[in-house]
């Protein structure tokens, strides 16, 4: 440790399931000129925390790729490519290269986790997240055609961060070739709000509903007569995460009674720029509903039952005439058509002489 002479980095892991802790590093003194060899950083890989590994790797090059950032969005289920491509021309050795995607930790302060990660020893990738084991992969195959991106299988709410794609070559010092920041934006289609109501309150209430649903919606109520809004004032809505990670709303809308009301209910989805309007009408007419139950109602009802009852006579008048007419028809025939049956036998005789 207190030699004089020019110094090499050692990098030194425990085997798995093999004795020496979680890891070690040090360095290591040499008595002679550097060789080749000392110069060239080549760590010894015995896996046992890639996280541990990847600290050391990003503090021994202080000499950074220049970092890029883009923007995915996946829906909830389906499946997305996050790229990662390198600009070098011609293929790259396997075993030359160490590979990290890795994600930030929800409520730690530069806490990293590791998603998967390649590393030159192993024939496929590893995980280290429980929450990606067999859903997030790297292909060997584009790998050496230089495309690190990384696979990720049925989508969820909690996939929506930015994940960091990390790659070194241990050919050039353990230098970083590629630090890719790709923003995942997860959405999911809103159910068509439905809408029920209104109550026969003092005042009209409507209530609306849609599920499964991601981001966080807005919700609005319109006016159907002439499309306009109406005043959010007027509206409570409650939205909450189901078992699913994704967003229920129930929007309550009360407004004063009116003669004739027709209202509509609309789901926003602001990242899949979507707008979801109730299907049905929702129409409350004044002339109809708004009559109270009680002594005035049912004097209404009291004062239209002899009306009816005369109508019902009148109809049964009309129904006893017309048949009269028609049974004195057929009972009561003209004068011609008696003459006509009579001459008929004379005719039928002639025709036999």
Known sequence: MGSRGPRSLVLVLPRPGGPGGRGLWGSEGSRGPSSPAARGLRPTMRLRSPRLLLLLFCGLRAVVAVSQEREVRAMVGSDVRLACVSLEEGSFDLNDVFVYWQISEPGKANAKSVVTYYLPENSSAGHSDNHYRDRAWLSLDSMRQGDFSLHLHNVTPQDEQKFNCLVFRKSLELRKILDVVVSLHVAANYSMPVVSGPSQDEEL???????????????????????????????????????????????????????????????????????????????????????????????????????????????MAVVVAVVTGWLCRNRCPHRSHTDARAARPELELAELV
């Open 205 to 315: 209430t409507f209530t609306c509903t849609s599920t499964n649903g991601y981001p966080r919606p807005n919700v609005y109520w319109i006016n159907r007569t002439d499309g306009s809004l109406l005043d959010g004032a007027l509206q409570s809505s409650t939205v909450s995460l189901n078992a699913r990670g994704l967003y229920d709303v129930v929007s309550v809308l009360r407004i004063g009674r009116a003669p004739s009301v027709n209202v509509g209910c609309c789901i926003e989805n602001v990242l899949l720029h979507q707008n979801l309007t109730s299907n049905q009408p929702e129409m409350f007419t004044g002339d109809k509903k708004s009559v109270p139950d009680g002594p005035a109602h049912d004097t209404l009802e009291a004062g239209s039952r002899p009306v009816l009852s005369v109508l019902g006579v009148l109809a």
